[in-house]
């Protein structure tokens, strides 16, 4: 038993998730984490700083549903750099996904958000905060239509993928600049269990052939061209930056 879980009745869904994600073996290789299952849904801790608190994928409450509700909607960069703000609401495929957040602002402005993930605890997290967000009253029915998960590294994945997404959006973990102190808290339990992906630069060569309309690439401000490549174009955040590829028109 890899999740901890004070309900009986959960039991089953949790053996499904440690079987799905393949947590057992990942729990063999690794001492620093924890994953607990509770009314919360699950949760992933480091054991040794537990003051860093908990991460877990909500889609429901909290930021993601203020962000929803609040957040500029098509005007936000992220929008203008998929194309959105052309009055297309683009098929997306991310194939970062992490926790899902950016690819739950886009789905809930109405694109079909396909979520690849290759880490088996930040696949396993964002699965259970699927399961929560598809039950909701309020956004199930659109977050069922809307965002789907697949477990793999899109490193296969984007070569054997059957359809054509509108836009492949890359968001690989990039080395942290700031002290990390200054670095939020449940940033570092994220950093510090998915590392770096240093293999990142080779993305952009699958994803380019297979978008049929861009590839957008969102960077730290201080980070160099994903694979060295300039983009047509680039839109400015306070802390980032989304390098776009384009193909093709938005229609
Ligand atoms: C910075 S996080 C993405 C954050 C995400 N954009 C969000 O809003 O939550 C990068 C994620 O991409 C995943 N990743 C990196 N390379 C991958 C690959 N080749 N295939 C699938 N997932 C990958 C990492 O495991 C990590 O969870």
């Not at 063999?28 to 849904?41: N, P, S, V």
């Not at 296969?156 to 990039?174: G, I, R």
């Not at 930056?241 to 193909?247: G, N, Q, T």
Request: glycine residues 8%; neutral net charge.
């Amino acid at each position: 038993m890899v999740i901890q879980c004070p309900f009986k009745e959960m039991r089953s869904y949790l053996t499904e998730i440690e079987q799905r994600f393949g947590l057992q073996q990942w729990a063999e290789q690794q001492e620093g984490f924890a994953l607990h299952y509770d009314d919360q849904g699950l949760s992933l801790r480091k054991i040794d700083e537990p003051k860093l608190g908990a991460i877990t994928v909500d889609f429901v409450t909290g930021a993601a549903a203020h962000r929803r509700k609040f957040g500029g909607g098509k005007g936000q960069s992220i929008a203008k750099a998929v194309g959105l703000n052309k009055g297309a609401t683009p098929v997306v495929l991310d194939a970062t996904a992490g926790l899902g957040r950016d690819g739950f602002v886009l789905a809930s402005l109405g694109c079909k958000v396909i979520l690849h993930e290759r880490h088996p605890v930040v696949a396993a997290l964002l699965y259970d905060g699927l399961q929560r967000a598809y039950d909701d009253i309020e956004i199930g029915p659109w977050m069922r239509e809307n965002m789907s998960l697949v477990f793999g590294s899109s490193h296969t994945l984007l070569s054997q993928c059957v359809s054509t997404p509108d836009v492949v959006y890359l968001d690989p973990m990039f080395p942290h600049r700031e002290k990390s102190a200054l670095v939020k808290k449940e940033m570092r339990v994220f950093q510090e269990l998915v590392g770096a992906d240093t293999d990142a630069d080779d993305l952009l060569d699958f994803a380019y052939p297979l978008a049929s309309k861009r590839v957008v690439v969102k960077r730290p401000d201080y980070a160099p061209f994903l694979n060295d490549k300039t983009p047509s174009m680039q839109i400015k955040t306070k802390k980032n930056r989304f390098d776009v590829y384009v193909k093709a028109a938005m229609i």
